[in-house]
């Protein structure tokens, strides 16, 4: 049975391995290996069906490739008949799928391919047809894209934006931004590198490079100049260096100066005249700032003004203030570098003086039209308002009628006709009123405007007449040393003198006794009688037209003593 197919088999797998080869020749070397690879797979499962031909008929009548196969394929081809029956159909797929693999080492291994899968196809007497279907539609399969060369390492560009966060006698901070191209390759981290200033022997502080974009510069050497600069590695090496424009101090500055002007001082401080001035200013910085201090722009006079300045705070101190004191104060904390400012205004204020001038206007009526000028002297600050007296002439007494008025001008009314008035202005400012007043040099007459009073005509009476007593005196009596009165009234027209008598002697002025009279009523005063003031004491008035009389007895008695203080 396996004798009489042999040459049916031998002219069935020619045609397949002419097919193959004619699909071969127009592919690159390096492309048929991996078509070849679905080849294998068909034919590898016929040996499993039948029995297995030699693999040295087929392959003796094919033409061989100018190199040889690669081991696998060569070991296939070699394999006995009886091998090759023993074989499954798993164990036969592998080793020809290795042919790939060394076919893409070498061009010629495509030819060596075909020759590799037609001992398969041999050995199956069955089924030449679909040997030969599979190997028609190997070379249809889609082919696989060709990898790209890979592209070449390349550094990022510079790092940017480099400066300085902050600084102080051992370190220094510094902070930058990430490089504008980075490239395919990514980035590796940055090395920070230093050199002293005017030389170029640039060394670098980080051992490895770091990913973040801020780094300490530590255990530097108080004042030294230091250059520093950072750069970017990655797979293809380093960066330009970004470098800082100038050298870098190392020198403390761990705080930048800052004034704290207190919050009463944010506004004008009015202070009076003579009053003690006493301002603290605080601020910060580190080191110890130096301060200095200007009055309206120029240097501070340290006669009137005592300054005194610690690590913290600055001291504004004025004995007695005075009005030329005033004026805007600045104070300047500097740090090396770095400064700051901050500004006050002192305001010495004073009692304003009094209105330049005040007149008198207009007069009508019951009213009175004033109008004043604003005081040559304000004390140092606004004017807050006026005050306005008036005064009858008669009696001269001042009375206010406009109190913290605003205007110039105003209009008194309610004034008493007939009488005359006086005016004077007086100014206010925030220390109070002015201390003297303007008075108007014109009179206010208030004329009785409109009335014309005529008086009735009467006949004058004769109301002459004599001295006469309505009330007589009436006898008295007093103990020594109690003080006692006497009283009696009189009439008369015209109004009658009264003497007093005492035993018809006239009292004169005489401190002991006191005499009044008044509306007609007369009283005379015994002070503290003694034992001689016992009598007959009279009152008698007189005029043009008579005299008038009247006379009492008054009697002293002696106290009355104990009997014990008789013995």
């Excluded at 009508?364 to 109008?371: I, K, Q, T, Y």
Aim: hydrophobic share 35%; glycine share 6%.
């Amino acid at each position: 049975m396996p004798s009489k197919p042999a040459p049916i088999k031998k002219a069935a797998n020619k045609e397949p391995a002419k097919k193959e080869e004619k699909a071969a020749e127009p592919e690159p070397a390096p492309e048929p290996a991996p078509e070849a690879a679905p080849a294998e797979a068909a034919p590898a499962e016929a040996p499993a069906e039948g029995e297995a031909a030699p693999a040295e008929a087929p392959a003796a009548e094919e033409p061989k490739p100018p190199t040889p196969p690669p081991a696998d394929a060569a070991s296939a081809a070699e394999e006995t008949p009886a091998a090759a029956d023993e074989a499954p159909a798993d164990a036969a797929a592998p080793a020809v799928e290795e042919t790939p693999a060394a076919a893409a080492e070498a061009p010629a291994d495509a030819a060596a391919a075909p020759a590799t899968e037609e001992a398969a196809p041999a050995a199956d007497g069955e089924a030449p047809a679909a040997d030969a279907e599979a190997a028609e539609a190997a070379p249809e399969e889609p082919k696989a894209p060709t990898p790209p060369p890979p592209p070449p390492k390349e550094p990022t560009s510079a790092p940017v934006d480099l400066f300085i966060e902050d600084k102080n006698d051992t370190s220094v901070t510094i902070i930058w931004s990430q490089p504008e191209t980075i490239g395919h390759t990514g980035l590796d981290g940055y090395t920070i590198e230093i050199a002293k200033d005017g030389t170029e022997d640039w060394k670098a502080v980080n051992e490895e490079p770091q990913k973040s974009c801020r780094y300490v510069i530590k255990n530097l050497t108080t004042g030294d100049r230091l250059k520093i600069r950072v750069v970017a590695v990655n797979a293809g090496g380093r960066s330009a260096p970004c470098a800082l424009p100038e050298a870098v101090l190392v020198k403390e500055v761990a705080d930048r100066p800052k004034v704290r002007m207190p919050r009463f001082l944010r506004q004008r401080y009015v202070a009076n005249v003579g009053a003690k001035i006493n301002l603290t200013i605080p601020f910060t910085g580190k080191p110890k700032p130096v301060v200095s201090w200007t009055k309206d722009g120029q240097p501070l006079d340290t006669k009137r003004v005592n300054i005194r300045s610690t690590d913290r705070d600055s001291i504004v101190f004025i004995r007695a203030a005075e009005r030329d004191d005033s004026g805007v104060f600045e104070i300047c904390v500097k740090v090396d570098d770095f400064e700051d400012k901050a500004q006050f205004i002192l305001q010495i204020v004073e009692l304003p003086g009094p209105p330049a001038s005040l007149k008198i206007v207009d007069t009508w009526g019951f009213n009175v039209a004033l109008e004043w000028t604003p005081p040559k002297d304000n004390g140092n600050t606004e004017i807050t308002g006026y005050t306005i007296q008036k005064a009858d002439k008669k009696t001269g007494d001042w009375f206010t009628v406009l109190e913290h008025y605003h205007r110039l001008n105003a209009t008194i009314s309610d004034l008493i006709m007939g009488n005359t008035y006086n005016f004077r202005a007086f100014s206010e400012n925030k220390c109070g009123i002015s201390e003297s007043a303007i008075m108007a040099k014109q009179e206010a007459k208030i004329l009785k405007t409109g009335i014309d009073y005529k008086p009735p005509e009467y006949k004058e009476r004769d109301s002459s007449e004599a001295p006469k007593f309505t009330t007589s005196l009436n006898d008295r009596a007093t103990t020594v040393g109690y003080s006692t009165k006497l009283l009696c009234s009189v009439r008369g027209s015209p109004k009658p003198k009264v003497q007093w008598m005492k035993n018809q002697m006239i009292i004169g002025d005489d401190p002991k006794y006191r005499q009044i009279c008044v509306q007609g009523i007369c009283s005379l005063e015994i002070r503290k009688p003694g034992n001689f003031d016992g009598g007959v004491y009279s009152c008698k008035a007189k005029n043009d037209h008579g005299e008038a009389t009247v006379s009492c007895k008054l009697e002293v008695k002696q106290a009355a003593v104990a009997d014990a203080d008789k013995k």
